[in-house]
């Protein structure tokens, strides 16, 4: 019920639902368009990553590839990747995380 005791206009409610469904819809959009970088060892390692976290590119400063050592390496571009990843979320947190949060609120429901 809304403040007052008078039941949502079921009417109200879809158009609120739609509105938000295209709002979450354009925000996926331009997640996906947008790319983040992530890097490891001051530098180094540059992993980028679109906003829904698929790996685009990889670069790698030659003075951290030792032949003798690719454990090294390799955990720099999993470190990489992994910072990339979680500065995509951040951005997806922002995106989203409004547009989701207030899907309750705008469709008059507890709870949600």
């Known amino acids: 019920m809304q403040p ?6 079921i009417q109200d409610i879809l158009a609120q639902a739609q509105a938000m469904q295209e709002k979450l819809a354009s925000a996926q959009e331009e997640l996906e368009d ?13 992993a980028t990553v679109s906003g829904a976290g698929e790996l685009t590119a990889l670069t790698i400063d030659p003075k951290v590839v030792d032949p003798d050592d690719v454990d090294t390496l390799a955990d720099l571009v999993v470190a990489a990747v992994r910072d990339a990843n979680r500065n995509a979320q951040k951005l997806a947190e922002e ?5 989701a949060g207030g899907l309750g609120g705008a469709l008059g429901l507890p709870g949600f």
């Open 4 to 9: 007052g005791g008078m039941p949502p206009n």
């Open 34 to 46: 947008t790319e983040v970088t992530g890097s490891a060892g001051g530098g180094l390692v540059t």
């Open 95 to 99: 995106k989203m995380g409004g547009l």
